[in-house]
């Protein structure tokens, strides 16, 4: 499952090294969406629900938050933390990437058949 394999740690990562930086509004804002993202997971991880509107809210409720971490979070936090932080945190997460290359699909799922 893809949230097991990379979004839950995905999303750990950007709280210990983004989030816990500062205060603000904005990674407030981050922060209640991955724990609004992370609880219809787990509805759908205990419920086996594949209801198809569900299903596409909770995609575009992904979707909106990696717009806002994109176009807002994240220039935010490049112009508030120092350069020197900024250079520990790349250096954190590409250290945390450090095994983390080999993706295990079943299928190429991205290729039509």
Not at 9 to 25: A, G, I, S
Not at 26 to 47: D, G, L, M, P, V
Not at 88 to 96: M, V
């Amino acid at each position: 499952m893809f949230w097991k394999h990379h979004l839950e740690q995905h999303f750990k990562e950007e709280e210990l090294f983004l989030f816990d930086t500062m205060r603000d509004d904005k990674i407030s804002t981050a922060i209640e969406q991955h724990k609004s993202i992370r609880e219809k997971i787990k509805t759908f991880a205990e419920n086996d629900i594949a209801d198809t509107f569900m299903l596409q809210q909770f995609a575009e409720e992904l979707n909106d938050h990696i717009r806002y971490e994109e176009r807002i979070l994240f220039p935010f936090l490049e112009k508030a933390l120092s350069q020197s932080r900024l250079q520990y945190i790349g250096a954190a997460l590409e250290n945390s990437h450090a095994d983390n290359h080999n993706e295990n699909y079943r299928d190429e799922f991205w290729i039509a058949p």
